[in-house]
């Protein structure tokens, strides 16, 4: 119960986040390294996405289900790269039922091995595609650095798998699921980010294309918060996703797969917190607003009863609210403490606002001061203040990246820009390029944007001519 | 897509429950020998019982959490009871990242141990009481006699753990979870489940009380479909679960924990299915009617065009359809289909039932004979007659139930009604007892009703005088 405060942000950016995720009763450390218990405060952050995107993964006519975790170790070393990639990762059940397993069991890192055994079984002809699979899965990469929610040996996520006829309409998906990213990222997490395809050296092994979207955190990295890969044939051969199209031949069919995880939660912290600790989007707060009901003894029983009763009308507007009925703690205590938890809107009520009828409300962030409102009419104007209040962070997100964003064309500015943002660069694409700029500045090409202006010219390090048709941004990446 | 017919339930029950939950794609075996594949049609009834059991846990004040699937041994072999039982079951991974790992990690059979640990941290003052988490996670346990949705080597549930003051407090929250579960049951899977007390022989690996809810399946064996458990302060001396009281003083909590999971999709299956297939209670049913549009060429596009619009019109009075409009097949072929799927309504749309503005409607049990409705009034008709036939269906497994149960006071007819229902008897409730008429019948005591009236006497097998106060159901189980 007792918190110390958290170390602010701006004297050392990485304290900080691990110092408020757990003080903020997001997360705790998991017993094996690596892990994380999720805590309710964090836990409903990750229904409230989970809700969003499920809606748009069904609209869109997905079928959601659900395949084993353990993965014959034989399936997974069928797709070369795939296995290359993912076994330096791999957590591995050898015993079971008390006896040393015959082959043993991958525990899945992703889910296109297993997938694709039964895509193969469940698809004959052109008739039966598309075919639109998502799951929502906990998986496990073992990670020689975890950092809660952003990199954690067992993580949870959607995974989509999909199989289509030819490249076009693979390709359509995959911009789709790219584009579902982008929404939920901007609309529910307030997070301002870029759509782009990953170069060469940063796609998902076994991909032939892989698209992502990538957010700044206010330490000036790029956060990778989402990602869809066009998978082309690849998977289809090594696992026989064969059918029979409309003149009888057989041909292979294009998959794609996409992912969205709790590493999202950890976007929305580094996106919109200060010195203070959490700063929620109102859309996926645990608690919007938090009540205080101020005094002690006789005088917070008229105030506790007022709050509760505030409270009540509150859900019924569709509210997500808390009552702090603490008795042991004083106001100011609690203040801090629900500014430090990041809880979009504080109401407090005091014997004297009750006697005028008001409420006294306070903002995480932006216009800093209090505010009175008629006690009646805060079910009628909260849900406005609350939507206010996620567009000024969706704004005040953008100005902060945009500030730290510059197009870029010299090797000098280039590594002042990214100690602390992103630059617009031209690029000639070659991975060993990539290679030098970062084992000199630790920045990688976080993604070629889809919206951006048509530009060539001579890489900015190597001189050589640049590739892509359009400005690459380089940034050190979580 | 080409589909045999199922064997028929009346002739092999087993047989009929292995194909059909095949057939209809609820599921496919999975890679590894005792896993499962949900697919969409499956998973879909899953997610509404999740749905509905979730808001009952919300609305009760729980808070969902996530804790690390990998449990390091030491913690699992604490609770000497509890390691005993679930020992033979346990998945292990002993490498991970390339390396041997130091210490085994068990893939969690169930998560009293791991929450123990971190309730123990979270709780210091009777202030922090009660605390009431669940997490909807999976699971696993190393099954011999694996059984789709049964007993999987994986599955899905919620398992709800919670720490208390003091026994009421903790029985209050055993007996409503209970309830909750017998909610679920009789109201979404139209199951008339009976909640009673499991006797000490069938108890929980480390609890006090075991309580559970049982279904009468349509083989007259009993399925178990959800558990709740008041664990004493057994787990809390363990993982050191204490608090101080008003008083300062250093008490154990007392600890319950309850799961339900996804084998009442297999209870869904038996209590409801016949020979040609599954039935399937509409609240819970991925498809609560079919449209399947009759005709060729010309006559399909408007057939086609009908069932669209239908199909649309349907959705917004919150019905869940399908229209099936497969090309290749005929619609004697599609209505079997949908029949053995277990489709509660099926609505055909033929060109003649357009010229006349109406619709035919056939259900999968019950009145048999078809019904015409005019098209503009399906909308309005259909969400009274799914409620109807979700009211059927309990009562008619009600029926069988009752038909099914009997008060028995002597063995032989113990042994002829065990052999297809369940057997009402007084026992003596000594385990050696149960282990004789379990050796001979396969019959164990499923539970102690709670709602039963009082009664003593002698034990109908060895005479001893007759233990719990009342009648104690026998039957065989899943």
């Not at 076009?168 to 997490?189: F, I, K, P, Q, S």
């Not at 892509?468 to 979580?478: A, E, H, L, T």
């Amino acid at each position: 119960m007792s918190r110390e405060g958290v170390t602010p942000q701006s004297e050392d950016f990485s304290a900080w986040y691990n110092e408020v995720v757990v003080q903020a009763e997001l997360v705790d450390r998991g017993p094996v390294r690596g892990t994380m218990v999720i805590r309710p405060y964090g836990y409903r952050m990750w229904e409230l996405l989970q809700a969003d995107l499920d809606g748009r993964i069904k609209e869109a006519g997905h079928g959601n289900a659900c395949f084993p975790m353990f993965i014959p170790e034989s399936y997974f070393k069928r797709e070369a790269e795939h296995v290359e990639g993912f076994s330096p990762e791999l957590a591995v059940v050898t015993v079971a039922g008390g006896k040393e397993l015959e082959e043993p069991l991958v525990v899945r890192p992703t889910s296109e091995t297993v997938i694709g055994e039964y895509m193969a079984k469940w698809i004959d002809s052109h008739r039966d595609l598309p075919l639109l699979l998502n799951q929502w899965a906990n998986v496990v990469r073992w990670e020689l650095r975890p950092r809660m929610f952003l990199r954690t040996t067992e993580f949870l996520w959607q995974e989509g798998h999909t199989a289509h006829a030819d490249e076009d309409d693979a390709m359509r998906e995959t911009m789709w699921a790219l584009d579902a990213y982008a929404g939920v990222a901007r609309e529910l997490a307030a997070m301002p980010v870029i759509e782009g395809e990953k170069t060469p050296s940063e796609r998902f092994a076994g991909a032939v294309r892989t698209y992502s979207i990538e957010g700044m955190m206010r330490d000036g990295r790029a956060l990778q918060a989402g990602t869809s890969h066009y998978l082309g044939t690849n998977f289809a051969k090594v696992f026989d996703i064969q059918y029979q199209d409309a003149q009888g031949e057989l041909v292979h069919a294009h998959t794609t797969s996409w992912g969205m995880s709790t590493r999202m939660i950890g976007g929305v912290i580094m996106t919109h917190g200060d010195d203070k600790g959490l700063v929620l989007p109102p859309r996926i707060a645990t608690y919007q607003a938090v009540i205080v009901p101020i005094g002690r003894d006789e005088t917070a029983e008229r105030t506790v009863a007022a709050a509760r009763e505030l409270a009540d009308r509150l859900k019924k507007a569709g509210v997500r609210v808390h009552v702090d009925e603490r008795t042991q703690l004083r106001p100011g205590f609690k203040y801090n403490d629900w500014e430090m938890r990041g809880v979009p809107i504080r109401l407090e009520i005091g014997p004297r606002d009750l006697d005028s009828g008001v409420v006294t409300l306070a903002r995480r962030l932006g216009d800093q001061g209090k505010e009175q409102i008629p006690l009646d009419r805060v079910p009628e104007v909260l849900p406005g203040i609350l939507e206010d209040f996620q567009a000024f962070l969706y704004t005040r997100a953008e100005q902060y990246r945009d500030e730290h964003t510059a197009e870029i064309d010299d090797w000098d500015s280039f590594r002042t820009q990214v100690a602390g943002g992103w630059a617009r660069v031209l690029h000639c694409g070659r991975t060993e390029c990539e290679d030098e700029i970062k084992a000199d500045t630790a920045a990688t090409p976080r993604v070629v944007p889809l919206e951006a202006p048509e530009e060539t010219g001579s890489c900015f390090r190597c001189g050589q001519p640049s590739a892509y048709g359009k400005r690459v941004i380089f940034g050190r990446s979580y």
